[in-house]
């Protein structure tokens, strides 16, 4: 558990990325950024004010990291023509833009925009809507990408799980698609098998949902959810051909060798798989917290997928470990959409 922690911290240290931390006037987060910087994780840049940082957390040495202030800051007229120029169609003034991009998280969304930065982090004392819509406005979504997504990368409890072979499973989406469709669908298997891939070092084998395995269950007097999911496969075979993916399966089916023998005999994935895709959020979201609290997993995330840059959300609960992982996280899939 702790080693794939520490691995991915140290994964991101090689690269030498900068992310940017938009809550300055959070204490956790002025924490992290001193221990980012000390640990060599990432170059930090702080949006926030020096004498309120400071007073919020006196005993905290900043040394090595980036304080800027938008609202001081030379870079704030700058950052204001970016956000003109991509939000003047939806009637943004030039005006209404410097007055916007004063905001500590618009200002980091639009560092990122910028090329400043590698990578955003926020959300320690923000909403994920008042996080991700920076993001949506002026990062918005990767080239072919229709959603944002998300995914929790679930690591193995310390005396391992005999189902959990690799140390590490994927999770998706668990927190912001409430009823995907079905190529919406396809597409966070897509992003969760490059997240497997690049954040926990897996060989993506993809398992999509279901309370059916092959067409075993019909729900189609009511939602019609199975079917859903047998043309999700359809569509992720299309966008992602080399993928291994497979469904529609029940969760044990995709897990268990000797289940999936019974009632998936021909597939390649069931009873191997380690990306799990969800069909919805309530089953995606009661999914991974069972695994956190009774299987005890933990729970590296929600990780951000779909974005043209990195962008991350915190959870307003979030430890200062949690905050240092999240920017780790993030500087590696800086580094993966660099290659």
Do not use: W
């Not at 900068?18 to 006037?25: A, R, S």
């Not at 084998?205 to 007097?221: C, E, I, R, W, Y």
Request: proline share 4%; hydrophobic share 45%.
């Amino acid at each position: 558990m702790a080693s794939m922690l520490d691995q991915i911290k140290k994964n991101a240290a090689v690269l030498g990325k900068t992310v940017v931390l938009c809550e300055g006037e959070d204490k956790r987060v002025i924490e992290a950024a001193a221990q980012i910087t000390k640990e060599g994780i990432a170059k930090v840049v702080l949006v926030g004010n020096a004498d309120e940082c400071s007073r919020i957390a006196p005993e905290v040495d900043l040394s090595g990291v980036t304080l800027i202030d938008p609202l001081t800051s030379e870079a704030t007229a700058k950052y204001a023509d970016i956000l003109y120029e991509a939000r003047k169609d939806k009637g943004m003034t030039p005006a209404l833009a410097f007055e916007a991009a004063k905001d500590r998280t618009m200002f980091g969304a639009l560092m990122l925009k910028a090329g400043d930065v590698d990578g955003y982090v926020s959300g320690a004392c923000h909403s994920t809507a008042n996080t991700l819509r920076p993001g949506l406005q002026v990062i918005k979504t990767a080239p072919g990408s229709e959603i944002v997504s998300s995914c929790f990368v679930m690591i193995a409890p310390e005396n391992g799980n005999k189902y959990c072979r690799d140390g590490a499973f994927v999770f998706a989406d668990c927190a912001l698609n409430i009823c995907p469709t079905a190529k919406q669908l396809a597409e966070i298997a897509v992003s969760s098998a490059a997240t497997a891939k690049n954040i926990a070092g897996l060989d993506p084998k993809v398992a999509m949902l279901s309370f059916s395995t092959k067409g075993s269950g019909n729900d189609a007097k009511f939602n019609n959810t199975v079917a859903k999911v047998q043309e999700a496969v359809g569509i992720a075979h299309e966008i992602a051909p080399e993928l291994n993916l497979d469904g529609e399966f029940q969760f044990d089916a995709a897990l268990v060798p000797t289940v999936a023998a019974i009632k998936a005999p021909k597939s390649n994935i069931a009873g191997q798989a380690n990306v799990f895709v969800f069909p919805d959020i309530n089953a995606g979201n009661i999914g991974y917290k069972i695994a956190e609290r009774l299987g005890g997993f933990i729970a590296v995330g929600p990780i951000c997928q779909g974005f043209a840059k990195p962008l991350n959300d915190l959870s307003r609960g979030c430890s200062v470990e949690d905050i240092v992982l999240t920017v780790a996280v993030t500087a590696l899939q800086s580094g993966a959409q660099n290659k």
